[in-house]
């Protein structure tokens, strides 16, 4: 439904493939480069992340496309460096031989469809794991 789509802060989930709507979630974001920060508004949302809940976990961010939540920032961590370090897998990190910010429509089509397999997968993984789980119940139980 439209509804499982939306975050806790009414976005459109699949609204955050799109920089400038990512960007938007960092209003008010504390780190800024007249200050010297590396992880500014714009270097955040350039590695993928987004912030779902600005108002109840102001510094939580999200990566769009791995989900990986980081939160604690601080002035001098690198968006991208902290984003490879903790999720070395992503996808948007590693489709990349150019800059972050030179995404076209098909580049973000094929990361949606990136994500919607590893979805699936994952979904998969989990009720196959659940099902041998039963299977060992049951057959254990036959035994006896």
């Known amino acids: 439904s439209n509804q499982a789509q939306k975050m806790s802060n009414g976005s459109d989930v699949h609204a955050m493939f799109v920089y400038s709507k990512r960007l938007e979630t960092f209003l008010g974001w504390p780190y800024v480069s007249k200050d010297g920060a590396k992880c500014v508004a714009e270097k955040m949302a350039a590695t993928g992340f987004f912030r779902p809940n600005p108002e109840s ?9 791995c989900k990986k939540e980081m939160e604690g920032w601080e ?4 968006p991208h460096d902290e984003h490879r370090m903790h999720s070395s897998k992503c996808p ?3 489709d990349k031989g150019k800059d972050l910010l030179d995404i076209t429509i098909a580049d973000d089509i094929k990361l949606f469809y990136v994500k919607e397999i590893q979805s699936a997968l994952k979904a998969s ?3 196959l794991a659940e099902f041998n789980q039963k299977h060992e119940t049951c057959c254990d139980e036959l035994k006896n």
């Not at 002035?75 to 690198?78: E, S």
């Open 125 to 127: 993984e989990k009720f």
């Open 75 to 78: 002035p001098n961590d690198d």
């Open 57 to 65: 976990e102001p510094d939580l961010a999200r990566c769009f496309m």
């Open 92 to 94: 948007f990190l590693h």
